[in-house]
T-cell receptor, first 117, second 111 residues
Framework: KAGVTQTPRYLIKTRGQQVTLSCSPISGHRSVSWYQQTPGQGLQFLFEYFSETQRNKGNFPGRFSGRQFSNSRSEMNVSTLELGDSALYLCASSPATSGRPGVGELFFGEGSRLTVL | SQQGEEDPQALSIQEGENATMNCSYK?????LQWYRQNSGRGLVHLILIRSNEREKHSGRLRVTLDTSKKSSSLLITASRAADTASYFC???????????FGKGTMLLVSP
């Protein structure tokens, strides 16, 4: 099975711009989670999608949004970029089911490294 | 917010030695997991221990869980240079379908 694929791997934006990151989960995985990783704050949970529905959301401003498509692929968008949004954005999928809450083991992609200038 | 806190923040050992990392957390959990991250890469799942388990082994890894103390430890035996990485504990709270990660322990294994 192919692993979790994130695109693009690297990108540079300027303040005020917006960015869209893409994540293709492992085939058959219906849950996709997004995390932001920075040296100062570590891994911060952004949101989790399951079967096209946002099931959980972290404590990030509304500039951060996401969605999941019927094929379980997910995108996250950050609008009006700020310098502090520079980070490694990690996507992870899991074989979570609707019958039991919880994501269990996460399978991570290599991340999208965003630099905001 | 960080649920898990790893200790120590950094650990430097020689090849062949054992490495022990600890994790403390605050709320009741369904399970606790350990992940490894090589510099700037994605995280790799190492082991999951459920709240009703006390110890689990996987190859050179041994994980313990003490729910009364809300703590866990990860032991890597006979460390190798390839074990050099950051190690994170992650907890799945009882009521939420998400994992909360600690800030990690940076392990350096020197040949």
């Amino acid at each position: 099975k192919a692993g979790v694929t994130q695109t693009p791997r690297y990108l540079i934006k300027t303040r005020g711009q917006q960015v869209t990151l893409s994540c293709s989960p492992i085939s058959g995985h219906r849950s996709v989670s997004w995390y932001q990783q920075t040296p100062g704050q570590g891994l911060q949970f952004l949101f989790e999608y399951f079967s096209e529905t946002q099931r959980n959301k972290g404590n990030f401003p509304g500039r951060f949004s996401g969605r999941q498509f019927s094929n379980s692929r997910s995108e996250m968008n950050v609008s009006t970029l700020e310098l502090g949004d520079s980070a490694l954005y990690l996507c992870a999928s899991s074989p979570a089911t609707s019958g039991r809450p919880g994501v269990g083991e996460l399978f991570f992609g290599e991340g999208s490294r965003l630099t905001v200038l | 917010s960080q649920q898990g806190e790893e200790d120590p923040q950094a650990l430097s050992i020689q090849e062949g030695e054992n490495a022990t990392m600890n994790c403390s957390y605050k709320t009741s959990i369904n399970n606790l997991q350990w992940y490894r991250q090589n510099s700037g890469r994605g995280l790799v799942h190492l082991i999951l221990i459920r709240s009703n388990e006390r110890e689990k082994h996987s190859g050179r890894l041994r994980v313990t869980l003490d729910t009364s103390k809300k703590s866990s430890s990860l032991l890597i035996t006979a460390s190798r240079a390839a074990d050099t990485a950051s190690y994170f504990c992650a907890t799945e709270p009882l009521r939420y379908s998400t994992l909360t990660f600690g800030k990690g322990t940076m392990l350096l294994v020197s040949p």
